[in-house]
């Protein structure tokens, strides 16, 4: 089992950047495919990106690319969301998540293959 707190959100204007960070708790973070999903008042929650055990295989979804780096230290049990050229539509709550894969390339891109939730973050976009 693995707890995960998240933290880094915060009110920014559009055009600045922000960094999330995902604490994990527990000795095998190196096991998890990781992942940060976005909800948005009225809005079903979504994918943003989404890591492999390694940090090798990386996922973003079309709305960040160019935008959010996704990197994991496993080292220090963190995995972490860089959000450059942030948009008001950007504006959600930001939770990561953890999942056993079955592959070390394996990532996963949907809120139900995630077994291990954070609390989430709030980030605000002013326009």
């Known amino acids: 089992q693995v707890q995960l707190v998240e933290s880094g959100g915060g009110l920014v204007q559009a055009g600045g950047s922000l960094r999330l960070s995902c604490a994990a708790s527990g000795r095998t973070f190196s096991s998890y495919a990781m992942g940060w999903f976005r909800q948005a008042p009225g809005k079903e929650r979504e994918v943003v990106v989404a890591?492999?055990?390694?940090?090798?295989?990386?996922y973003y979804a079309d709305s960040v690319k160019g935008r959010f780096t996704i990197a994991r230290d496993n080292a220090k049990n963190t995995v972490y969301l860089q959000m450059n050229n942030l948009k008001p539509e950007d504006t959600a709550v930001y939770s990561c998540?953890?999942?056993?894969?079955?592959?070390?390339?394996?990532?996963?891109?949907?809120?139900?293959?995630?077994?291990?939730w954070g609390q989430g973050t709030q980030v605000t976009v002013s326009s």
């Open positions: 890591i492999s055990r390694t940090g090798g295989n990386t």
């Open positions: 998540a953890a999942a056993i894969p079955q592959w070390t390339t394996t990532f996963f891109d949907r809120p139900n293959e995630y077994s291990y």
